[in-house]
C-alpha cells in the first residue's frame, strides 16, 4: 500500500472556483504534514504547514483528519497562478523523520 | 533570505561516466536530504544526512551512489557510473529542526542527463 496517496487529477476548472485536494497517508504515527507546491520543472515550494486544528493562510485552508488518516487543501476563488501541482508531504516520528512525497494533484485554472 | 543552492543547474554525461551534484544547505540547517524526481513522476527520497553521517537511505540509493560533506557547508551527492534511467531532477534538500517537525527547504535542483 502507497505511503501518501493522491488523486493525480488534473482539476480543470475556472477561475474563481473553490477546489479541494485530499491526501490520505498509511502511516499512523506520522505526525508532521505539508502541503507543497511544484510549478512545472521547478523546486517544490511549502504552501502551508497542516497543523492538528486546521490552519487558513488567504484563500487556502489546510485541515487534517487523523483518525481518517487524510489531509485537505481547500483553495478559494482560483486564480490562473494557483495552476501548478500541490504535493501532500508526511513526515512520521520515531527514527528518521524522512519526508515523504504524494504523486501530487495537477490543478489547472482557466479564465 | 536564506536558500539552498544547487550547482551545476543541469549536467549532461555519458553513460558510466562520474557525476558529482553539489548543495550548499541553509547554514543553520540540521539536517541535508537527496531527492530525485524523473520527469513526470513524484519526488523520490534518496538519501537523510544528519550529524555528519547518512541516517537514512532509500532502495535507491544503491552502492553507485554516495553522499559527503567535506567542509561543512557544501553537500555533495556522487553518482559513479550513470546509467540511463538515472537521468532525472536531484533536489538537495535541509530542514531546521531536529526530530518530526520543521519544513524542508529545496534547491532549485540540478537536471541530470545520461546519454
Known amino acids: 500500500r502507497k505511503e501518501v496517496e493522491q488523486d493525480p487529477g488534473p482539476f480543470n476548472v475556472p477561475e474563481g472556483a473553490t477546489v479541494a485536494f485530499n491526501c490520505t497517508y498509511s502511516?499512523?504515527?506520522?505526525?508532521?504534514f505539508f502541503w507543497y507546491r511544484q510549478d512545472c520543472r521547478k523546486e517544490p515550494k511549502l504552501l502551508m504547514s497542516?497543523?492538528?486544528s486546521g490552519n487558513e493562510d488567504g484563500r487556502f485552508t489546510a485541515q487534517l483528519n487523523r483518525a481518517s488518516q487524510y489531509i485537505s487543501l481547500l483553495i478559494r476563488d482560483s486564480k490562473l497562478s494557483d495552476s501548478a501541482t500541490y504535493l501532500c508531504?508526511?513526515?512520521?516520528?520515531?527514527?528518521?523523520?524522512?519526508?515523504?512525497f504524494g504523486r501530487g494533484t495537477s490543478l489547472i485554472v482557466h479564465p | 533570505e536564506p536558500e539552498v543552492t544547487q550547482t551545476p543547474s543541469h549536467q549532461v554525461t555519458q553513460m558510466g561516466q562520474e557525476v558529482i551534484l553539489r548543495c550548499v544547505p541553509i547554514?543553520?540547517?540540521?539536517?541535508f536530504y537527496w531527492y530525485r524526481q524523473i520527469l513526470g513522476q513524484k519526488v523520490e527520497f534518496l538519501v537523510s544526512?544528519?550529524?555528519?553521517?547518512?541516517?537514512?537511505k532509500s532502495e535507491i540509493f544503491d552502492d553507485q551512489f554516495s553522499v559527503e560533506r567535506p567542509d561543512g557547508s557544501n553537500f555533495t551527492l556522487k553518482i559513479r557510473s550513470t546509467k540511463l534511467e538515472d537521468s532525472a531532477m536531484y533536489f538537495c534538500?535541509?530542514?531546521?529542526?531536529?526530530?518530526?517537525?520543521?519544513?524542508?527547504?529545496f534547491g532549485e535542483g540540478s537536471r541530470l542527463t545520461v546519454l
Open positions: 534538500a535541509s530542514r531546521r529542526l531536529a526530530g518530526d517537525v520543521g519544513e524542508l527547504f
Open positions: 508531504v508526511v513526515m512520521a516520528s520515531g527514527g528518521s523523520y524522512i519526508p515523504t
Open positions: 544526512f544528519y550529524n555528519n553521517e547518512i541516517s537514512e
Open positions: 497542516v497543523y492538528s
Open positions: 547554514s543553520n540547517h540540521l539536517y
Open positions: 502511516n499512523s504515527a506520522s505526525q508532521s
